[in-house]
């Protein structure tokens, strides 16, 4: 967000309005303006901090974080890493799988997946499923916001 051209706009909108009143009240709101910039500032961040809150509640399983970036307001969208419960440990040696799936695959990401789970230490079906459970939990930063907005 662009504070600073905000802010200008609104003294420019408002420096407007005071030409309609006359040169006598263009030298006491000019005065006023620079006394307020930082009020009008302030204020401005305030409201970035409350649409950061708004749009963080609606998002589920993100936070929205606010950080100054050479004196603006950015906000950003990263996963929230207390939103979910860790995942569960996995099923001990023995323990029954409660379902089963079957899955086609092309022939070579059978290949890798084999390979991966050699180079684990795991068998194939160890590590498919806790490549499935962790991607079940994961928070993907691909799915972060980053944008800036004018005000």
Excluded: C, W
């Excluded at 200008?8 to 006394?35: C, D, F, K, M, N």
């Excluded at 901090?49 to 399983?61: D, H, K, Y």
């Excluded at 990401?109 to 991966?116: F, Q, R, T, V, W």
């Amino acid at each position: 967000m662009q504070l600073t051209q905000a802010a200008h706009r609104l003294e420019t909108a408002v420096e407007a309005q005071l030409r309609l009143g006359g040169p006598e009240l263009v030298a006491i709101g000019s005065e006023l303006l620079e006394v307020l910039r930082p009020a009008v500032r302030q204020t401005l961040l305030e409201v970035a901090e409350m649409a950061a809150q708004e749009i963080g509640g609606q998002l589920v399983g993100q936070r929205v974080e606010i950080r100054l970036v050479e004196g603006d307001p950015e906000l950003t969208v990263r996963p929230d890493e207390t939103a979910f419960p860790p995942p569960p440990p996995p099923p001990l040696p023995g323990e029954g799988m409660e379902a089963r799936i079957t899955l086609r695959i092309p022939g070579y990401l059978k290949d890798l997946i084999a390979e991966a789970a050699e180079g684990a230490g795991d068998s194939v079906n160890s590590f498919v499923v806790d490549a499935l459970r962790n991607k079940a939990y994961e928070k993907s930063s691909r799915n972060s916001v980053r944008k800036t907005i004018d005000l």
